[in-house]
């Protein structure tokens, strides 16, 4: 009888949580027409937004304290009476992230987020290593070039870049929360797409994400570019007596790239990223100690107080390109297991990361001066050298598949399979299989790659364009715009001051390094300079 009885009770308490969810639901979608009648009018009022992810994560909240799992939930209530009827309509179509209604890709929100709670999180010190690595990586090489053209004022701009690129990563993140009825912040984005399409809408739902995703496939695909550039400048600087140029350098290189358009996953690549960067490492390592080797012979008297107005642009684009991070901050953060963390994660990384920078490149320009290249390894003696680049250029092929999977995966999304939306047909098979015309995609990418290495070999100045061009944009100009279109209300002054301090700041040196890049460029295709 006992059983019996537990059992009735059981069998009650679900009959009464579907008929709860099912008049939550259906509370849910008429709110949703209604404000959707009023965004249509050009009403949209500041808290539609929210207020559609509060009543998701109110309904999950609801379902876990009856001790009822996600899997059972969405295959008994939403599947059947949300998803069938095409998700919720009006403004919830556009609020989550403007690209389609409620349980497209796109609309990962904040639902999404508490039911991954259970996917392992990574602590601070690993999310720290993280931004590490995005920001301590090869392009450090080309730092003591930057102070080769800006002195002194090179080395302010290595700590000003790591105080603003600081401070706009934590105003990204503050614009992925909202604070509901209670006062408290909730997460109601999910990426930088999600921040920018939430300050188009609702008239333009999808164009800010549109904007970035430009951004970032340029500056991915600018990345794998600098990558084969680099590996053919260390292999033709490390073996000069050898009948190779850098351009057929370039090609072996590539040619080592070439399986990286199958793959479907990073898994075979992840377990060498520590490898790498222990590797960078003690390569920097080599390189200060040779430098201080030599401390007697450093020129002090060579840097400068002045600037060189023509080449000091092309420098402000290298150090903002070697502090980019911002792109997966916001997956970063929403992965830590105590977000509270990241400001202080933030601001221990770029510290360190100031401090090493400045020194590295410091130390040098002093060793070199004048004679520094642009990639500061081709400065070392014959055999040292050689076996330091072998290494980097080692490093340099195998960091290449992160940039190149992510530019491949945001194509995709965006041309190939945008929830119905995209303008081209799959890359994959009912089965997952990779089809042929897709796999032919993938190559044509790498060997773009390669031909912009091929007619462009030249690392400080792609460098420095890369780093004016989407660089200053996704870290400077992007992150304080919409900090003020969000959060407006909500800013105290000096704040306001800082994001339109940061964005006009920005804009100008985005725009000088991006003319004086382009002027290099052309200069050096005149008089065919090679270095």
């Known amino acids: 009888p006992a059983d019996f009885i537990s059992m009735a009770h059981l069998i009650r308490h679900k009959i009464s949580n579907k008929i709860t969810n099912a008049v939550h639901t259906a509370s849910n979608k008429s709110q949703a027409k209604v404000s959707g009648v009023f965004a249509r009018m050009g009403f949209q009022a500041a808290t539609d937004e929210e207020a559609v992810g509060f009543a998701e994560c109110d309904d ?38 403007g690209s389609g209604p409620r349980g497209s890709r796109g609309s990962t929100g904040t639902c999404d987020e508490l039911g991954s709670q259970d996917k392992p999180k990574i602590t601070a010190w690993e999310a720290g290593w993280n931004v590490t690595n995005a920001i301590q990586g090869m392009f450090v090489l080309g730092l003591p070039y930057a102070i080769l053209h800006g002195g002194y004022l090179g080395l302010f701009l290595i700590i000003f870049a790591a105080v603003v690129c600081c401070y706009t990563g934590k105003i990204l ?7 509901n009825e209670d006062g408290e912040l909730v997460r109601v984005r999910d990426s930088y797409v999600d921040i920018a399409n939430a300050c188009c809408a609702p008239r333009f739902p999808a164009l800010g994400g549109r904007v970035v995703n430009v951004a970032q496939i340029i500056e991915l695909v600018m990345t794998c570019i600098l990558y084969v550039v680099v590996s053919g400048n260390l292999m033709y600087n490390s073996f000069p007596g050898l009948p190779v140029s850098q351009k057929a350098w370039s090609v072996v290189a590539t040619a080592a790239l070439l399986p990286c358009a199958f793959l479907k996953n990073l898994k075979a690549v992840s377990k060498f990223s520590l490898l790498c960067t222990l590797a960078h490492f003690v390569i920097n390592v080599l390189v200060i100690a040779y430098c201080l080797s030599r401390a007697h012979d450093w020129a002090w008297e060579k840097v400068k107080f002045y600037i060189d107005v023509k080449k000091f642009p092309i420098s402000i684009g290298i150090i903002v390109f070697s502090y980019t991070s911002q792109i997966f901050l916001p997956s970063l953060e929403g992965n830590m297991q105590n977000p509270k963390e990241f400001h202080c994660m933030m601001d221990w990384t770029h510290i360190t990361a100031c401090v090493l920078k400045g020194l590295f490149a410091l130390v040098a320009y002093l060793t070199w001066a004048d004679a520094t290249k642009e ?24 960091s290449y598949p992160l940039p190149f999977f992510a530019a491949v995966e945001v194509l995709e999304k965006s041309l190939f399979q945008d929830g119905g939306h995209a303008l081209f047909p799959k890359c994959y098979g009912p089965s997952g299989q990779l089809k042929s015309w897709g796999l032919s ?41 919409f900090h003020l279109k969000l959060l407006w209300r909500k800013l105290q002054w000096h704040q306001v001051f800082f994001d339109v301090s940061i964005f006009v700041i920005g804009g100008i040196c985005s725009i000088s390094g991006f003319i004086h890049s382009i002027e290099g460029l052309i200069e050096a295709f005149r008089y065919n300079i090679q270095d």
């Not at 799992?69 to 009006?90: H, I, P």
């Not at 503050?174 to 604070?179: H, T």
């Not at 690392?459 to 715009?481: D, E, Q, R, V, Y």
């Open 441 to 481: 995609l993938r190559v044509a990418l790498v060997v773009f790659t390669l031909l912009m290495a091929i007619f462009v070999p030249h690392f400080a100045l792609l460098m420095g364009l890369t780093g004016s061009l989407t660089g200053a944009g996704l870290c400077f100009l992007l992150p304080s715009l």
């Open 173 to 179: 993140i503050a614009c992925l929360y909202e604070e």
């Open 375 to 398: 990639v500061i390894t081709d400065n070392l003696p014959g055999g040292i050298r050689a076996w330091v680049n072998i290494f980097l250029v080692a490093k340099a092929l195998l």
């Open 60 to 97: 999950l909240d609801y379902d876990f304290r009856q001790g009822m799992r996600m899997a059972t939930l969405q295959t008994d209530e939403a599947g059947g009476e949300v998803d069938g009827e095409g998700g919720l309509e009006g403004d919830s179509h556009y609020q989550r992230d």
